[in-house]
């Protein structure tokens, strides 16, 4: 950078030099101008001309530009809804250039209809009202606001001991204005000790001092731990002669603590002898128990007896008795000759029918009709007796109490017509059916129960039993 500026120093110089040297040989010539001189005046809006010489007469000529209007304005007035406007005028000073201003009528208002506005607390109302859009013309006319009217206090949210509480006004104009303010918290009062954790044989309990209003614990005491207070023993098993017992005691301060201690067995201990007759049924023994848990400890067995039998009978055949045990032995069906049997002498009283399917007999008469009691036997010859015939105990006026078995399952027509002595009947658990003056005029039987599985009781089977009660 130097180096440049450096040569270019000298290039200047020499040039310097060499202009001195021709203007002293006569060989270079400066035009040196007088002022200038204005031929032709500028306007506003066309340009002038000016001109000035040398000394060796040299002419040097030059444009002086247009000057332009040099205007006085007077701002355009707009016309408005009630008044006339005009238009902007120019005049210019140094010709006779001029804008003539121009009249603007005036616009008239352009209205709209605003409806009316109540007043609220803070804020104006007004009635209906007309507006110009373009200007402030208005027919509107405030009504002032209300103002706020606040009743009494009202407890929203009452203080509590360790929260404040709220209180408000409402705005009797309008109830979404609310003045609130809040109310002192009350502080805790103290009430009664309290034992939240009682103390314990190994624990330490706690008792606390609380609000008596909000419960909340305002101190806390610790309790110290009671320890154990074990009494006497106590039995819970008893030892027997082949197990242990335990016994056991009880804290006072806490049953749930115990001291639990085996007991040893007793071991057992040798009674008298002991004899259980033998009978015809059961064999007998020779035993010693232990006099504490009656368990056998020495035993012998004495075999049973022969039976004592008798001869007896019923409707059905003959057969040993034990006199002793009650069972029988060696039966046998009757062997009848003129309806007495052969072997044992018992007299038949009942008649019998074979049903017609032939698996099962019928009642059908009664052989001697003196007699107070009947007992209808089950089965006869083998098979079930399940039907009570058709006027089978008619006319039976001393009969008094019948039994039926299990087996008999209908009691047909007029089967005990006027048995007038009649007062006890005990049927089947298995009759079906009681048919039509099944029980005609047994004017003395007071009760009969009727069986649950009986399916059919015709309307007139008890007609004329005016002392009857039946039960079901």
Same mark, same amino acid.
């Not at 009316?116 to 109302?125: L, V």
């Not at 003045?179 to 606390?208: F, M, P, R, S």
């Not at 057992?268 to 033998?278: A, K, N, Q």
């Given at each position: 950078?130097?180096?440049?500026?450096?040569?270019?120093?000298?290039?200047?110089?020499?040039?310097?030099?060499?202009?001195?040297?021709?203007?002293?040989?006569?060989?270079?010539?400066?035009?040196?101008?007088?002022?200038?001189?204005?031929?032709?005046?500028?306007?506003?809006?066309?340009?002038?001309?000016?001109?000035?010489?040398?000394?060796?007469?040299?002419?040097?000529?030059?444009?002086?530009?247009?000057?332009?209007?040099?205007?006085?304005?007077?701002? &355009?007035?707009?016309? $408005? %809804? *009630?008044? +006339?406007?005009?238009?902007?005028? =120019?005049? #210019?000073?140094? /010709? !006779? @250039?001029?804008?003539?201003?121009?009249?603007?009528?005036?616009?008239?208002?352009?209205?709209?209809?605003?409806? &009316?506005?109540?007043? $609220? %607390? *803070?804020? +104006?109302?007004?009635?209906?009202? =007309?507006? #110009?859009?373009? /200007? !402030? @013309?208005?027919?509107?006319?405030?009504?002032?606001?209300?103002?706020?009217?606040?009743?009494?206090?009202?407890?929203?949210?009452?203080?509590? %001991?360790?929260?404040?509480?709220?209180?408000?006004?409402?705005?009797?104009?309008?109830?979404?204005?609310?003045?609130?303010?809040?109310?002192?918290?009350?502080?805790?009062?103290?009430?009664?000790?309290?034992?939240?954790?009682?103390?314990? %044989?190994?624990?330490?309990?706690?008792?606390?001092?609380?609000?008596?209003?909000?419960?909340?614990?305002?101190?806390?005491?610790?309790?110290?731990?009671?320890?154990?207070?074990?009494?006497?023993?106590?039995?819970?098993?008893?030892?027997?002669?082949?197990?242990?017992?335990?016994?056991?005691?009880?804290?006072?301060?806490?049953?749930?603590?115990?001291?639990?201690?085996?007991?040893?067995?007793?071991?057992?201990?040798?009674?008298?002898?002991?004899?259980?007759?033998?009978?015809?049924?059961?064999?007998?023994?020779?035993?010693?128990?232990?006099?504490?848990?009656?368990?056998?400890?020495?035993?012998?067995?004495?075999?049973?007896?022969?039976?004592?039998?008798?001869?007896?009978?019923?409707?059905?055949?003959?057969?040993?008795?034990?006199?002793?045990?009650?069972?029988?032995?060696?039966?046998?069906?009757?062997?009848?000759?003129?309806?007495?049997?052969?072997?044992?002498?018992?007299?038949?009283?009942?008649?019998?029918?074979?049903?017609?399917?032939?698996?099962?007999?019928?009642?059908?008469?009664?052989?001697?009709?003196?007699?107070?009691?009947?007992?209808?036997?089950?089965?006869?010859?083998?098979?079930?007796?399940?039907?009570?015939?058709?006027?089978?105990?008619?006319?039976?006026?001393?009969?008094?109490?019948?039994?039926?078995?299990?087996?008999?399952?209908?009691?047909?027509?007029?089967?005990?017509?006027?048995?007038?002595?009649?007062?006890?009947?005990?049927?089947?658990?298995?009759?079906?059916?009681?048919?039509?003056?099944?029980?005609?005029?047994?004017?003395?039987?007071?009760?009969?129960?009727?069986?649950?599985?009986?399916?059919?009781?015709?309307?007139?089977?008890?007609?004329?039993?005016?002392?009857?009660?039946?039960?079901?």
């Amino acid at each position: 950078m130097k180096v440049k500026k450096l040569a270019l120093g000298l290039v200047l110089a020499v040039a310097a030099v060499c202009c001195v040297c021709l203007c002293a040989c006569g060989l270079l010539h400066f035009h040196l101008y007088d002022e200038w001189v204005i031929t032709n005046q500028a306007t506003c809006t066309k340009s002038g001309e000016r001109e000035r010489y040398c000394s060796c007469g040299e002419k040097q000529t030059a444009v002086i530009g247009a000057l332009g209007h040099a205007l006085t304005i007077t701002e &355009a007035v707009p016309a $408005t %809804c *009630t008044k +006339d406007g005009y238009t902007a005028s =120019e005049v #210019c000073s140094r /010709c !006779d @250039y001029s804008v003539e201003s121009k009249g603007v009528k005036a616009t008239g208002h352009v209205i709209c209809e605003y409806g &009316a506005k109540s007043p $609220t %607390c *803070t804020e +104006d109302g007004w009635a209906s009202y =007309e507006a #110009c859009e373009n /200007c !402030d @013309y208005s027919t509107r006319v405030l009504i002032a606001r209300l103002n706020h009217n606040f009743g009494e206090w009202t407890v929203t949210k009452p203080p509590a %001991c360790a929260a404040e509480g709220e209180r408000i006004k409402i705005c009797e104009n309008d109830n979404n204005h609310i003045l609130k303010e809040a109310i002192d918290k009350l502080g805790h009062t103290a009430g009664e000790w309290v034992d939240v954790d009682y103390a314990a %044989c190994e624990n330490d309990g706690q008792t606390v001092l609380e609000c008596k209003a909000c419960k909340t614990v305002i101190e806390t005491l610790v309790i110290s731990a009671t320890g154990h207070d074990y009494g006497e023993w106590q039995t819970e098993t008893e030892p027997t002669c082949t197990q242990s017992g335990t016994r056991k005691k009880v804290c006072a301060n806490d049953e749930k603590h115990v001291i639990e201690e085996v007991i040893p067995a007793l071991g057992h201990t040798e009674g008298s002898e002991i004899t259980d007759s033998p009978d015809c049924v059961n064999a007998g023994r020779r035993y010693v128990p232990c006099v504490i848990c009656d368990t056998v400890l020495k035993s012998e067995i004495i075999p049973v007896t022969e039976h004592d039998n008798i001869n007896e009978f019923d409707e059905n055949g003959h057969y040993n008795v034990c006199r002793a045990c009650k069972s029988k032995s060696g039966g046998a069906e009757h062997d009848f000759e003129n309806e007495i049997c052969k072997v044992c002498g018992y007299e038949e009283v009942l008649v019998f029918a074979l049903e017609p399917d032939g698996e099962s007999y019928r009642v059908s008469g009664v052989k001697d009709k003196s007699r107070t009691e009947v007992a209808v036997p089950s089965n006869y010859k083998g098979l079930p007796v399940t039907v009570i015939g058709f006027e089978a105990f008619k006319g039976c006026k001393k009969l008094v109490s019948v039994t039926m078995p299990d087996t008999v399952e209908t009691i047909s027509e007029n089967a005990f017509y006027s048995c007038e002595s009649l007062t006890t009947v005990v049927l089947s658990a298995n009759l079906k059916s009681i048919e039509k003056g099944a029980f005609f005029n047994c004017g003395k039987l007071k009760n009969i129960e009727i069986p649950k599985s009986i399916e059919y009781i015709d309307d007139l089977a008890f007609y004329g039993c005016t002392l009857l009660e039946v039960k079901l």
